[in-house]
Antibody
Framework: QVQLQESGPGLVKPSGTLSLTCAVS?????????WSWVRQPPGKGLEWIGE???????NYNPSLKSRVTISVDKSKNQFSLKLSSVTAADTAVYYC??????????????WGQGTMVTVSS | QPVLTQPPSASASLGASVTLTCTLS???????VDWYQQRPGKGPRFVMR????????SKGDGIPDRFSVLGSGLNRYLTIKNIQEEDESDYHC?????????????FGGGTKLTVL
């Protein structure tokens, strides 16, 4: 079955850029799904960051849009997140997730295990 | 866009029942909401979608019959009967809003369910 695995630095300096990658295994990133990033600050709820379709179409959370870039690499079957100008408020567990379009219903049906990113000097 | 409000915590005794609530902000009474279960240290897991008519579509993989939903007005409910230890989790509700450049997915703050 499809599995997702996040990877990237666990520590990012303030004003720097957070970069994470999500590897998709057991299935193709070119399937008809949205590939998403969701984060969860310590002790808080989930926050949707944005998503990408294999065609390259993206949707971003308006509150983060100016700092976020999500891209897809079909040759490596993975997608990536870049979040610029980070502050301590960006410290969170970052999850990648699949939003299954053809599901009944369509929903986030597969999630990675999450990776903790701390913003600190 | 809608705001989803959840009580931060709930508790229930082993074998009892509990109902968790997700409240949509005013004006969004026709919205459907997705429930997700998040066990400690794990990623979320889709439970089911609920509208004012009840469940929409199918439950998530492996979700037991003890889990059910109802929708009324601005509230979307998740009821768990005969609570088991493995039900102790954070429960999140989520919804989609808009289209095109105004599209956004939103989540509530989550409810931490403690099994006594």
């Amino acid at each position: 079955q499809v599995q997702l695995q996040e990877s990237g630095p666990g520590l990012v300096k303030p004003s720097g850029t957070l970069s994470l990658t999500c590897a998709v295994s057991g299935g193709s990133i070119s399937s008809s799904n949205w590939w998403s990033w969701v984060r969860q600050p310590p002790g808080k709820g989930l926050e949707w960051i944005g998503e990408i379709y294999h065609s390259g179409s993206t949707n971003y959370n308006p509150s983060l849009k100016s700092r976020v870039t999500i891209s897809v690499d079909k040759s490596k079957n993975q997608f990536s997140l870049k979040l610029s100008s980070v502050t301590a408020a960006d410290t969170a567990v970052y999850y990648c997730a699949r939003f299954r379009v053809a599901g009944n219903p369509d929903a986030f049906d597969i999630w990675g295990q999450g990776t903790m990113v701390t913003v600190s000097s | 866009q809608p705001v989803l409000t959840q009580p931060p915590s709930a508790s229930a005794s082993l074998g009892a029942s509990v109902t968790l609530t997700c409240t949509l902000s005013s004006g969004y009474s026709n919205y459907k909401v997705d429930w997700y279960q998040q066990r400690p240290g794990k990623g979320p897991r889709f439970v089911m979608r609920v509208g004012t008519g009840g469940i929409v579509g199918s439950k998530g993989d492996g979700i037991p019959d003890r889990f059910s939903v109802l929708g009324s007005g601005l509230n979307r409910y998740l009821t768990i009967k005969n609570i088991q230890e493995e039900d102790e989790s954070d429960y999140h509700c989520g919804a989609d809003h808009g289209s095109g450049s105004n599209f956004v997915r939103v989540f509530g703050g989550g409810t931490k369910l403690t099994v006594l």
